[in-house]
């Protein structure tokens, strides 16, 4: 009976330092998301207007002057690039994303993939982890590191990258999967196509419905800039929402996690004071039997 309450009495322990790690991680990603929240509502709305701009130029233009990012080619080769966390921990944020990209490759490209024609661009170490151990061959690089400085100028280069593959003709696609933050409870994991800019889908019915633009200075000169800026932005807008995805993520799952420790603890301490009980009980018998034996 010791033994049982010296092993109930551990596990209480061991359970009340977990959920003292569980609180201070929910603390911390609840820091971690108000910082992250903020930024992507703020950058949200712009990017958008960006993109929403960027697919009104290039639908209402027979080609762009700035590598053809908006020309569809027929789809021979494919990039997904995969954007998840470093840590775990938060969930099923991170196997969502990577479904996401596994369902990509087994419906819209799965005539590509069959052909071993689809590559993946990691971004984070869960991703890149789960995704080297599955298609080693397949994944074309990563950047685990991009999430320590999410500065715009820290992550250019990536979508610099793409925009080159894309017009250097090495992939005929390129989608992205990500995290999509909506609120601190709920967070979809979303792919996108990035290249080519996806058109605006809208009724020709006369030429009076086509966004109508003024270059200054020149068509040529502005856009040469302006596309790969916005394709640009647009990248860093999945990052950001990515990483508000990430700890929002973390601090609802370690919050459950913390009220599942409270509940175990309830029913360790009835198992703790059951065996107790028993334990005097059995002694006090023990007691009474040895009084009654002494008198007889």
């Given at each position: 009976?010791?033994?049982?309450?010296?092993?109930?009495?551990?596990?209480?322990?061991?359970?009340?330092?977990?959920?003292?790690?569980?609180?201070?991680?929910?603390?911390?990603?609840?820091?971690?998301?108000?910082?992250?929240?903020?930024?992507?509502?703020?950058?949200?709305?712009?990017?958008?207007?960006?993109?929403?701009?960027?697919?009104?130029?290039?639908?209402?233009?027979?080609g762009?002057?700035?590598?053809?990012?908006?020309?569809?080619?027929?789809?021979?080769?494919?990039?997904?690039?995969?954007?998840?966390?470093n840590?775990?921990?938060?969930?099923?944020?991170?196997?969502?994303?990577?479904?996401?990209?596994?369902?990509?490759?087994?419906?819209?490209?799965?005539?590509?993939?069959?052909?071993?024609?689809?590559?993946?661009?990691c971004?984070?170490?869960?991703?890149?982890?789960?995704?080297?151990?599955?298609?080693?061959?397949?994944?074309?690089?990563?950047?685990?590191?991009?999430?320590?400085?999410?500065?715009?100028?820290?992550?250019?280069?990536?979508?610099?990258?793409l925009?080159?593959?894309?017009?250097?003709?090495?992939?005929?696609?390129?989608?992205?999967?990500?995290?999509?933050?909506?609120?601190?409870?709920?967070?979809?994991?979303?792919?996108?196509?990035?290249?080519?800019?996806?058109?605006?889908k809208?009724?020709?019915?006369t030429?009076?419905?086509?966004?109508?633009?003024?270059?200054?200075?020149?068509?040529?000169?502005?856009?040469?800039?302006?596309?790969?800026?916005?394709?640009?932005?647009?990248?860093?807008?999945?990052?950001?929402?990515?990483?508000?995805?990430?700890?929002?993520?973390?601090?609802?799952?370690?919050?459950?996690?913390?009220?599942?420790?409270?509940?175990?603890?309830?029913?360790?301490?009835?198992?703790?004071?059951?065996?107790?009980?028993?334990?005097?009980?059995?002694?006090?018998?023990?007691?009474?039997?040895g009084?009654?034996?002494l008198?007889?």
């Amino acid at each position: 009976m010791a033994a049982n309450l010296k092993e109930v009495r551990e596990r209480i322990k061991s359970v009340k330092s977990t959920q003292q790690i569980t609180k201070a991680m929910k603390m911390v990603s609840a820091a971690k998301l108000r910082r992250a929240q903020d930024s992507i509502v703020r950058m949200r709305p712009y990017a958008d207007k960006l993109n929403e701009m960027l697919s009104h130029i290039l639908s209402n233009m027979e080609g762009d002057p700035s590598g053809s990012f908006g020309v569809a080619r027929e789809v021979k080769k494919v990039l997904i690039v995969v954007v998840t966390s470093n840590r775990g921990l938060c969930g099923a944020f991170n196997s969502n994303v990577i479904k996401k990209a596994l369902y990509l490759c087994e419906t819209k490209y799965a005539k590509q993939f069959d052909a071993s024609n689809v590559d993946l661009l990691c971004i984070g170490k869960k991703g890149r982890d789960f995704l080297r151990k599955r298609f080693k061959s397949r994944v074309n690089g990563d950047y685990v590191d991009l999430f320590n400085d999410l500065s715009f100028d820290a992550i250019v280069e990536v979508p610099v990258l793409l925009m080159e593959h894309f017009s250097n003709e090495n992939y005929d696609a390129i989608e992205v999967c990500y995290g999509r933050f909506k609120n601190a409870a709920v967070q979809y994991a979303e792919s996108t196509q990035y290249l080519p800019v996806p058109k605006m889908k809208t009724k020709k019915v006369t030429d009076k419905r086509r966004a109508d633009y003024i270059f200054e200075p020149d068509q040529q000169s502005l856009l040469e800039t302006l596309i790969p800026s916005i394709l640009q932005t647009q990248f860093h807008r999945f990052l950001l929402d990515t990483n508000a995805s990430e700890h929002g993520a973390r601090m609802t799952a370690m919050d459950k996690a913390t009220e599942n420790a409270e509940e175990l603890l309830r029913e360790l301490k009835i198992s703790y004071n059951k065996a107790r009980q028993e334990a005097i009980t059995s002694e006090i018998s023990e007691i009474v039997g040895g009084a009654a034996a002494l008198e007889g």
